[in-house]
């Protein structure tokens, strides 16, 4: 009687321990499903901000072969606004000599009464009148022009400031830098990049390793070469810690 009391409680022990273990295993492959799901999405998040830049450098190179098109229209137009100011200059100026030339005939024939001194004095006065009316029309047409110049020219700087922009928005978008230095007490990094390199205050920055998103940084000061950046509070992938040469990538730009 008592063996088989001892074999009944040794059997409730053994069927005890084996719950335990199997509840302990269950709370592990929890676990395990939790932290597998955290670095898919970081994956998952990883390679969706890489198409963004993709597809913002596709908008970016169709944006600039539009503007690039622009500025090749505009230039000609330029040319040819130019060419008319010339044109129109040099027609004013000719016909200025002109007039100035008749009124030095009209002085030395003022005071004549001869009929046909008359009738020539009378001719050259009404072809003063149509110069004068022709100048006041060519310095219209040569304002004009220039007022169109000035616009192209306008356009165009304004399509070149465009250009500054966009081209600086680029290389900072497909910026990588690398983490060089960690100060785990105080919570910052050193990043390999600065001013110079186009990053600004309000840049956003993502921790990567490979394919997965480690953590976020917020810049705190940023240098000519280097920038420094707290580690953002709970950005850190559970069980992962920032390492040396980490990449760092700009998640948004000025």
Known sequence: MAIAMAALIGAAIVAIMNNKKLATERVFIDQLTSE?????????EVEQKKETARTAFQNAETA????????????????????????????YEGRKAQMEEL??????????????????YQTLKDRKAGLEKDLQNIEAQVVKAQNSVDKSQGRIDELAKAEDKRRSGVKLQSLQADIIAINREMGFVIINAGSEQGVAPESSLLVTRGNNRIGRL?????????????????????????????????????
């Open 36 to 44: 597998f799901n955290v670095i898919n999405s970081s994956r998952q």
């Open 64 to 91: 600039h072969k539009a503007v690039k098109d622009e500025k090749v229209m505009l230039d000609d137009n330029l040319r040819r606004k130019k060419a008319e100011v010339e044109r129109l200059t040099a027609t």
């Open 103 to 120: 009124e030095i005939l009209e002085k030395k024939m003022e005071g004549k009464t001869p009929a046909s001194i008359t009738a020539e």
């Open 218 to 254: 917020r810049i705190v000061s940023v240098e000519p070469q280097v920038t420094v950046a707290d580690i953002m509070p709970g950005s850190v992938m559970p069980g992962a810690s920032l390492m040396v040469r980490d990449k760092v990538i700009f998640d948004s730009i000025r």
